[in-house]
């Protein structure tokens, strides 16, 4: 029943920053690992970020490593990521995901349980 709700995507020039938030119910936040991941049509979905539930520890995929930050407010049970210096290859549907427990292999679709819906974020030139 847990369930996972994007929001704050859009449209922005290159250059410029964007947050997107997740907000989660249905299961303790603090207890509940969360990640970023982002699709483009024709391809894989990508691993962004994640961030586990306990001392606040953080990991990025190669590409936004640097500009985006991932962080939570458990008062919210909201996940956010905060992304600067967007780039046109940035563009892409981008999902939320949760996760009992956050492995080594988080970058693999298969060891998160939850997904959100996706929002849209488009860079332009």
């Known amino acids: 029943q847990v369930q996972l709700v994007e929001s704050g995507g859009g449209l922005v020039q290159a250059g410029g920053s964007l947050r997107l938030s997740c907000t989660t119910s249905?299961?303790?936040?603090?207890?509940?690992?969360m990640g970023w991941f982002r699709q483009v049509p024709g391809k894989e979905r990508e691993f962004v970020a994640a961030?586990?539930?306990?001392?606040?520890?953080?990991y990025y995929g190669d590409s936004v490593k640097g500009r985006f930050t991932i962080s939570r407010d458990s008062a919210k049970n909201t996940v956010y990521l905060r992304m600067s210096s967007l780039k046109p290859e940035d563009t892409a549907v981008y999902y939320c995901?949760?996760?009992?427990?956050?492995?080594?292999?988080?970058?693999?679709?298969?060891?998160?349980?939850?997904w959100g819906q996706g929002t849209q974020v488009t860079v332009s030139s």
């Open positions: 961030i586990a539930w306990s001392r606040s520890l953080t």
């Open positions: 249905g299961r303790t936040f603090s207890r509940l690992a």
């Open positions: 995901a949760g996760a009992a427990n956050l492995r080594s292999d988080y970058d693999r679709l298969r060891v998160w349980d939850y």
